[in-house]
């Protein structure tokens, strides 16, 4: 294949109209296109609510255990670095692909990617998605049954609420900061759209397809970025391959640290379990013994200089832990992503770049094995998990009285024709204009007509469940409770 990534960085924008490429490069005219989206992003409210969200620990008071904004900080970072050390290695290589020109563009693209891709995770992380899509699995059918019975697919996508096709939603159709194309597809994960069942996944779109996305209201969206960035329909940019990779890179040790920080497991516990569980994925990979040891002396080396050092022994640590054992993924991420480069370009790769059966990949597996048996599965952060649920579930409940409504009843409480009835016109008072006005143009939108006005209501209670802080979305919730 005749690989030049000037295809893919490009200077359109979804709501611009003049959107017209020039016709030789310009790599300036490319450096304040994407300026001008970084600023756009950091700048943003979406970027700013994370602050106050899960990664792992629910409500956290210790401003010193991560949340999703520090996260985010440190994925960029990672991102950051894998870019640089592409660039070496096509130095070393003597490569081009039509890249030579671009590191700045290419970092700065992946940076924002990185800094953006966790946007439209709800309150309390994974148990957040998991309580907006069991309630609307539940309640869907009893709430509207011709909605349910006539549009299956719909009803679907809407029963799959994901982080990732909800970031997608936010910083495009809630926000409208009209990004240029090559910026949002960063954050395009995973290319399913949520009308389209499991069944339906080519083999070779396995991975690509694994999770939904982007939902159905944004298709015609996705669609046009495919087209506009000349990638093939289902595929991915190749900016996302690095995200991805910066993302488990950097989670995989920090949700540990966070742990020990936390009181969560000690650290002798800590390098026990890490040691027993990389022999296991090891074992697991089919790896040779000769890799044996690189967990051991990981830890050993840490502990050595860390002690030499004797000041903050557990950040310490840590801190060279990270570079025995992060650094190499980084690399590692770096080499894959050059030596895939076919299928990277053309995003077709059908899986992470880390997940390549090497000893990377054995680390990093190791680490997230870890966290799930000793961090995700002690009782405070399940007690947590718990009550994040509820408080989600609950919320939906208070605000079903407007998923009742008919189509006719709704529309005339939003548009001031109605004032009836009267709990549910009190409920939309609480409702963001800016997440209506979305609705409305939904509503509008001759180009939706194959969305019904019942999908866009639920999409619209979503909004603005998912886009709440866990600490709004916890005080709302006793608020409806009448506890407050
Ligand atoms: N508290 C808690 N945290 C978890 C659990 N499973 C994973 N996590 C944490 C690990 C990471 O810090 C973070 C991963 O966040 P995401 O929700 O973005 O998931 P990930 O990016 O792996 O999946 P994705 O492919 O984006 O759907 O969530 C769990 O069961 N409980
Ligand atoms: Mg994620």
């Known amino acids: ?58 409500l956290e008071r210790n401003a010193a255990v991560r949340s999703r904004l520090t996260h985010s900080l440190e994925v960029q970072q990672t991102g950051r670095f894998i870019v640089q050390r592409i660039f070496d290695l096509l130095d070393e290589q003597q490569q081009d692909f039509g890249l030579s020109p671009m ?4 970092e700065t693209l992946v940076e924002m990617a990185c800094l953006m891709h966790d ?24 709430l509207n049954a011709d909605f349910a019975a006539n549009y299956p697919a719909l009803a679907q996508d809407i029963c799959h609420f994901e982080g990732n096709a909800q970031a997608i939603r936010l910083m495009h159709s809630l926000l409208g900061l009209n990004l240029t194309y090559s910026q949002i597809a960063g954050i395009l994960k995973y290319t399913r759209a ?17 999770k939904v996305g982007y939902y159905a209201s944004e298709r015609q969206f996705v669609l046009q970025l495919w087209l506009q960035l000349g990638i093939a329909k289902d595929n991915r940019h190749p900016v996302s391959y690095i995200m991805e990779a910066a993302d488990d890179i950097s989670y995989c040790l920090a949700d540990i640290e966070d742990a020990v ?14 040691t027993e569980e990389y022999q296991r994925q090891l074992a697991a990979h089919g790896l040779p013994n000769e890799h044996a040891s690189l967990m051991v002396d990981a830890i050993r080396f840490a502990q050595n200089q860390s002690a030499r050092i004797n000041i903050n022994h557990t950040s310490q640590f840590f801190t060279f832990l990270r570079v025995k054992l992060i650094h190499p993924l980084v690399d590692h991420a770096a080499t894959e992503f ?14 992470a770049l880390l997940e390549d059966g090497s000893v990377c990949h054995a680390i990093a597996a190791t680490l997230k094995q870890v966290a799930i048996d000793k961090v995700f599965s002690h009782r405070e952060v ?11 579930s609950g919320l939906l409940q208070s605000y079903a009285p407007l998923l009742a409504l008919t189509s006719e009843d709704f529309m005339a409480l939003v548009s001031g024709a109605s004032r009836k009835p009267i709990i549910a016109a009190r409920l939309l008072h609480r409702l963001p204009q800016k997440h209506l006005a979305t609705y409305k143009n939904a509503i509008k939108n001759g ?24 600490q709004f979305a916890q005080d709302e919730y006793r608020m409806m409770q009448a506890l407050d």
């Open 338 to 351: 050059i030596a895939n480069i076919d299928a990277v370009f053309a995003g077709n790769l059908n899986r």
């Open 194 to 210: 949520g009308d389209i069942a499991k069944h339906e996944i080519p083999v070779d779109k396995s991975y690509l397809m694994k």
């Open 119 to 142: 946007v439209g995770n709800p309150p309390f992380g994974h148990f957040g998605e998991a309580a907006i899509s069991d309630w609307f699995e539940t309640e869907l059918s009893i």
């Open 447 to 470: 180009k939706n007509a194959e969305l019904p006005e019942f999908y866009h209501r639920c999409r619209l209670i979503q909004d603005y469940i998912s886009g709440m802080t866990d």
């Open 261 to 274: 920080e936390k009181g969560i497991i000690s650290l002798p516990l800590l390098q026990q379990a890490l």
């Open 382 to 392: 399940e007690k947590l998990e718990l009550q994040g649920y509820r408080i989600i």
């Open 103 to 106: 590191e700045r563009v290419l």
């Open 1 to 58: 294949m005749d690989i030049d990534f000037r295809q893919r960085f490009s200077l359109k924008r979804p709501f611009s109209h003049n959107s017209g490429e020039p016709k030789t490069l310009d790599i300036r005219a490319l450096q304040r296109a994407y300026e001008s989206d970084r600023g756009r992003i950091i700048n943003s409210a979406a970027i700013r609510r994370l602050q106050q969200k899960t990664q792992v620990f629910a």
